[in-house]
């Protein structure tokens, strides 16, 4: 006969087991957030730092590569890349000029500038996208980058607003970063410039600005999170 505390025990187990052993283990299982909130994973702002800045840095790179296999597929000569203007759209959003300026600037007026640059790629990414699939054989080359891009921006954009979200809960950034309700509060009214582009101007002012807001995450991080690898 087996003691009553041991029996107990043996059925404490098996329920916990019932519980718990059933429930996913994957991080990937629950959505993360900034709050605790119910059924989501909560990451510390440096972490959530690391992860856009890693996030941005995978876009800047894939950019890079389109760029380039577009210029070796559409334009084998360079002479023809010579003519290219270079106008892009988002020249309206004025942007720091060096690192040091875009260390002076304050910490909402950064982040505004990271988010507006995010917006203003929105659509034309997409569109890009939409015209390239008449290219079969340049979709196959490429490896179909042009949507990774499209899809990337979007991933991205909501990634920074869930830094801004962790740093307004830690009292770090006011309330007046205001794209969280509203991201097309940002297009300007010319916005629709894009339109007017080249694809070989606009992959060049992507890599350019996908540049831009990865250098802007690592100056924000390091003045935010200084002790976390700056």
Known sequence: NCPLSLLVSVVLVGLLCLVFCSQ???????????????GCHVLSLAN????????????HSISNDLHSEFELYFLPSKNQ???????????????????????RMAREELTEVILKLL????????HFHQSMTHFH???????????????????L????????????MLGILS???SSLMSPEAFLAPGSAEWRLMKDYELLYCFRRDSNKVQNYLKILKCRIVPEDGC
Request: hydrophobic share 35%.
């Open 157 to 168: 954009r909501k990634g920074v607003q869930k830094v801004v979200e962790k740093m307004q």
């Open 81 to 103: 890349i010579g003519r290219v203007s270079r106008n892009c759209h988002t020249s309206n959003i004025l942007t720091p000029n060096g690192k040091e300026n875009a260390q």
């Open 175 to 177: 309330n007046s970063v």
């Open 137 to 155: 054989d340049f979709i196959d080359f490429s490896s179909n980058k042009s949507l990774k891009m499209s899809d990337m921006v979007h991933e």
């Open 48 to 59: 959530l730092f690391d992860r856009v800045i890693q996030h941005s840095a995978r876009m």
């Open 24 to 38: 996913p283990t994957s991080l990937d299982a629950a959505p993360l957030c900034t709050n605790a909130e119910a």
């Open 119 to 126: 917006v203003a790629w929105r659509d034309p990414l997409w």
